[in-house]
Every structure is written in C-alpha cells, then in structure tokens.
C-alpha cells in the first residue's frame, strides 16, 4: 500500500518552540524529526512499499515521486523550504492527482498529513472550504473523499488543547470524516518537545506500519514470518451479523497447485512475507540474499546462513511455478508464490482470496481438494497433457444460455420484424415462425412486459386481414391461433402466462 506523506510548509510552521536547557526548535523542526523517525523505521521494515513527499502551503508541490529511496526522502526533508498560507484543498487535488497517475483509482494508499493545526486564512482555508461544500459546482468540487482507497492520518505538531482552543480539531475531524473516516488524529501529548513528537509518530507507527507476526507451518516445517503490510480484518455484507475477521496468526499450507490452474483470482489484498529478522529477497536461484552488506556481518545476515523454511518455500514455488494454499482462518484462504521484483530478485507474496469455502469457482470447495496420489487415475494424464480445472457446474449457468436482450428499441423493432417476415411466409416457416414467436414471449413475460404481448398480438391479426387471396389456408389459422394465445398470455393468467410453456403450431386438416 502505498503512502503520501503531506507535509506543512507554511508561515505557521515556523513557530518557535522553547525547549528547556537546549536551543530553540521550530514546529517544522519537529515535524522533520517526526518524519525521519518514520522513514528509517520504513526502510527497515517496509522496504518494498513507495512512499512520496509532497510539500504544500497555498500552491503544492511534488518533492519526492513515489519511490523505496529513504534516502532521498531524508534529504528532500532536510532541504524543505518556507512559503506562505496554508491551502489544504490545493493539496488534496495534488494528492488525488498524484496518486491516480501513478497507481489509478483502484489500488488503496496511505496520506500522512503533517501540520500544525493552522487551518489556513480567508478563501482556500479549510474552515472556508468546509462551510462551503453543499454551494459548488461539479467542477469545482472537494477533493475528498478520493477517487481511490484511502486511509487518512492527520499528524498534528500541536496537543489537543492547543486545537480545541479554536475549530481547529472540529475541521480536522470533519476532514478525516469526508476522507472515509478510515484513519486517525494524532496529537502531541504535554509540552511540545522532540520526545513528545517522538511518541506521537511512534503510535502512528504501531497503528500503521506494524507487520503482523505469525508462524507459517507446512506439516512438520514452519518459520516465523511477517507480513507487510498488516492484513485488514475483513467484513462480509453478506453475513447476517457482519463480524470482523482477522488472519490468524497460524497460518496453516494446505496443498500446492500449479499456477495454471488457479490462473489470476481475485483478490482482496496482497502481502510481503519475510522471515522473522530475516530482511530478505530471493535471488535467482531461491538462495537468501541481503540488499546491503556491511563490513561486518549484522545479526539479521548471519540468521540467513542458516536453514529456513520460509526461504526453501520460496524458491520451491519460483523454481516448480506452483502456488501454496494457506488457510488465514475459518473457511478462510490466500494463496503463497513468487512474484518477481526486478530481473534478478524477487519476493514471497500472500494474496488473500474473499472468505468462504468456495473462493475460486473453478476449482470448487478447498476443502475438496486432495493429493494427486490419491486419484483413481492422474487427474493432469499421464504426461500433463490435460488439467481437472476448471470444474463444470453441476447447473447451466444462465449467463451461459441465449438470453433476450432489448438495450435498444431497435433490438426490439428487429424481433418483432423477424416474426411478422416469417408470418407471410406460412405454412413454409411455421416451426421458425413459432420459435421466434416463443423467444420473444418468454422475453416479454421475463420482463413483465404484457403490453408487447398485446401489441404483437393486434399485429398477427392485422396480418392475417391482409393476407392475399393465393395465401394458402393454414396461414390464417396459424396467425389467428399465434394472436390469440399472445393475448391470453398478456393477462397474465397463470394457466396461460407460465414462462416454461411454449405456444404449439395448430393441427389443421390442411398441416402435413
């Protein structure tokens, strides 16, 4: 998930802080030391994600484009400079402007917001944008909620009392309320001072940016692992009391299966998986490979030369092109394999598939699922020349089937025109004549439409009036039977209405 950091240069910025026995800091100092403390923690830990940095004031400005170059993060900070007011809406539509040109609208982000509380002064300010959200123009709307997944956290370099002073806190947790509400204020606790802002960005960091620590097991072999980024708990509408679920920390491998057949499923989330204290990629042939050696070797390098099964899954999967299926909890699973992160390296990835048995129609419940050796025969022959996936629905789909489909009163003007073309030509088209008769009055009793019954009705019998007299005898007969079961059937009577009957051609003694 990627993370925009937002960051306050403005005037109000540059407010001093007193710090006993030490020289006097600016709030924009804090906030960098804030800042920093987040980028080395993410370098260590969430070293695959992009972050940027953006800087704004009354204009906005792009910094740093989304990057896993902490340090180039570091520096643009230690060079930020001083502008004018404050002008959070300006900086949000760069947020959305940046974020979907890079990623879309379909991937979720992160927005750190760093500022000190300051709404701003007159038009642009974020009192003035608020007051005014229910009098614009569609092209001149609030940027939020974004356009995209959001998660918003708002790091003030102010306490709270200092914010409830004014409306301050009141706009900021309106804002976060129209970014979705999935995120959080966090405020400085006592005097402010570089050990308070410290502590407020270290909560961030436990709320946020903390992976989950589980045990990965595969029968008798498991590892410590962590996940980056932390899964969200995940609720089903579907449920009647709709519960949170969240991935176990026993995260159980139930089977392996080719990539082929379990193809591109869909996915609610995608994950890095490292061994614990282990900072590691896979290289090209599946071994532990540190990004960064250091003349001496660290802890997390020597824990690399010994056996890991975290790192033996991973080249497994990368060299036989399989996946692992893993059950998260209950009726819930995800999927382990290697994804490639540059031509040389790559990672061991967990995508979490929707909870329930049955996630991936085409290869049924999970649970379903066996070894190979216990198959009457190869289900993939004997030289895998065939796979058992998809699975055939035990029912006709009936998407599958050849559905009446009116979008356009043109579609509907050609069915009725194919009916009466085969009309004049009775008795010769009788049995297409009453195929496309019973297509279209199934169609119009699908969609309730009974006046289509009746005025296709008044159309045979106008058909049937002008019919020459070299027509043969059992047309009329034919057209009038058609135009009165059609009527009957626009009712709505269930003797003649049911969608499952068809209308039959009448016997005549002139019918062969």
């Given at each position: 998930?990627?993370?925009?950091?937002?960051?306050?240069?403005?005037?109000?910025?540059?407010?001093?802080?007193?710090?006993?026995?030490?020289?006097?800091?600016?709030?924009?100092?804090?906030?960098?030391?804030?800042?920093?403390?987040?980028?080395?923690?993410?370098?260590?830990?969430?070293?695959?994600?992009?972050?940027?940095?953006?800087a704004?004031?009354?204009?906005?400005?792009l910094?740093?484009?989304?990057?896993?170059?902490?340090?180039?993060?570091?520096?643009?900070?230690?060079?930020?400079?001083?502008?004018d007011?404050?002008?959070?809406?300006?900086?949000?539509?760069?947020?959305?402007?940046?974020?979907?040109?890079?990623?879309?609208?379909a991937?979720?982000?992160?927005?750190?917001?760093?500022?000190?509380?300051s709404?701003?002064?007159?038009?642009?300010?974020?009192?003035?944008?608020?007051?005014?959200?229910?009098?614009?123009?569609?092209?001149?709307?609030?940027?939020?909620?974004?356009?995209?997944?959001?998660k918003?956290?708002?790091?003030?370099?102010?306490?709270?009392?200092?914010?409830?002073?004014?409306?301050?806190?009141?706009?900021?947790?309106?804002?976060?309320?129209l970014?979705?509400?999935?995120?959080?204020i966090?405020?400085?606790?006592?005097?402010?001072?570089?050990?308070?802002?410290?502590?407020?960005?270290?909560?961030?960091?436990?709320?946020?940016?903390?992976?989950?620590?589980?045990?990965?097991?595969?029968?008798?072999?498991?590892?410590?692992?962590?996940?980056?980024?932390?899964?969200?708990?995940?609720?089903?509408?579907?449920e009647?009391?709709?519960?949170?679920?969240?991935?176990?920390?026993?995260?159980?491998?139930?089977?392996?299966?080719?990539?082929?057949?379990?193809?591109?499923?869909?996915?609610?989330?995608?994950?890095?998986?490292?061994?614990?204290n282990?900072?590691?990629?896979?290289?090209?042939?599946?071994?532990?490979?540190?990004?960064?050696?250091?003349?001496?070797?660290?802890?997390?390098?020597?824990?690399?030369?010994?056996?890991?099964?975290?790192?033996?899954?991973?080249?497994?999967?990368?060299?036989?092109?399989?996946?692992?299926?893993?059950?998260?909890g209950?009726?819930?699973?995800?999927?382990?394999?290697?994804?490639?992160?540059?031509?040389?390296?790559?990672?061991?990835?967990m995508?979490?598939?929707?909870?329930?048995?049955?996630?991936?129609?085409?290869l049924?419940?999970?649970?379903?699922?066996?070894?190979?050796?216990?198959?009457?025969?190869?289900?993939?022959?004997?030289?895998?020349?065939?796979?058992?996936?998809?699975?055939?629905?035990?029912?006709?789909?009936?998407?599958?089937?050849?559905?009446?489909?009116?979008?356009?009163?043109?579609?509907?003007?050609?069915?009725?025109?194919?009916?009466?073309?085969?009309?004049?030509?009775?008795?010769?088209?009788t049995?297409?004549?009453?195929?496309?008769?019973?297509?279209?009055?199934?169609?119009?009793?699908?969609?309730?439409?009974?006046?289509?019954?009746?005025?296709?009705?008044?159309?045979?019998?106008?058909?049937?009036?002008?019919?020459?007299d070299?027509?043969?005898?059992?047309?009329?007969?034919?057209?009038?039977?058609?135009?009165?079961?059609?009527?009957?059937?626009?009712?709505?009577?269930?003797?003649?209405?049911?969608?499952?009957?068809?209308?039959?051609?009448?016997h005549?003694?002139?019918?062969?």
């Amino acid at each position: 998930m990627p993370t925009v950091v937002l960051m306050d240069v403005s005037l109000s910025m540059t407010r001093p802080v007193s710090l006993d026995g030490s020289e006097e800091f600016q709030r924009k100092n804090l906030a960098v030391h804030g800042l920093n403390m987040l980028f080395e923690h993410m370098a260590s830990n969430y070293c695959l994600e992009f972050t940027s940095l953006m800087a704004f004031s009354s204009l906005w400005e792009l910094l740093v484009p989304f990057t896993r170059d902490y340090n180039a993060l570091q520096e643009a900070l230690s060079n930020l400079e001083d502008y004018d007011k404050t002008c959070l809406e300006s900086a949000l539509n760069g947020v959305s402007n940046v974020v979907q040109q890079e990623w879309g609208s379909a991937c979720p982000c992160q927005v750190v917001l760093v500022t000190d509380g300051s709404l701003g002064i007159g038009k642009g300010s974020l009192r003035h944008s608020l007051q005014t959200l229910k009098h614009r123009v569609d092209d001149k709307k609030f940027p939020l909620p974004f356009p995209f997944p959001t998660k918003m956290f708002i790091m003030s370099v102010a306490n709270a009392e200092e914010l409830q002073m004014t409306d301050a806190m009141d706009n900021l947790e309106e804002l976060l309320r129209l970014s979705g509400g999935d995120g959080q204020i966090f405020t400085t606790e006592g005097p402010l001072c570089m050990k308070s802002v410290q502590a407020m960005f270290g909560r961030l960091i436990d709320h946020a940016y903390t992976p989950l620590h589980a045990v990965l097991h595969c029968g008798n072999l498991s590892s410590d692992v962590q996940v980056f980024p932390r899964p969200e708990p995940v609720v089903m509408d579907e449920e009647v009391e709709p519960m949170p679920r969240s991935v176990n920390i026993d995260l159980e491998i139930v089977g392996f299966i080719e990539i082929a057949d379990i193809s591109s499923p869909p996915v609610i989330s995608r994950h890095l998986v490292l061994p614990i204290n282990v900072n590691k990629e896979v290289d090209d042939v599946g071994t532990g490979t540190t990004d960064e050696l250091e003349e001496e070797p660290s802890a997390s390098q020597m824990a690399g030369k010994s056996p890991n099964f975290c790192v033996l899954l991973h080249g497994s999967l990368k060299v036989e092109g399989m996946v692992a299926l893993v059950q998260l909890g209950p009726e819930w699973y995800g999927m382990l394999y290697s994804q490639a992160d540059s031509k040389k390296k790559s990672n061991l990835m967990m995508s979490l598939f929707e909870p329930g048995p049955e996630p991936l129609p085409w290869l049924g419940k999970i649970t379903h699922l066996g070894p190979i050796s216990e198959a009457a025969e190869n289900p993939y022959g004997e030289d895998d020349s065939k796979s058992p996936f998809p699975l055939q629905p035990s029912a006709k789909r009936s998407y599958a089937q050849n559905v009446t489909v009116w979008i356009k009163a043109s579609g509907l003007q050609t069915d009725v025109q194919k009916i009466l073309r085969n009309a004049r030509k009775l008795p010769d088209k009788t049995q297409t004549f009453y195929k496309e008769l019973n297509r279209l009055r199934k169609a119009a009793l699908a969609f309730g439409f009974w006046e289509l019954l009746k005025g296709v009705a008044d159309l045979l019998e106008r058909e049937c009036t002008l019919l020459p007299d070299s027509a043969h005898p059992d047309a009329a007969f034919q057209l009038s039977h058609a135009a009165q079961q059609l009527k009957l059937a626009s009712t709505g009577d269930s003797q003649y209405a049911a969608f499952d009957h068809n209308i039959a051609p009448m016997h005549t003694d002139f019918s062969s």
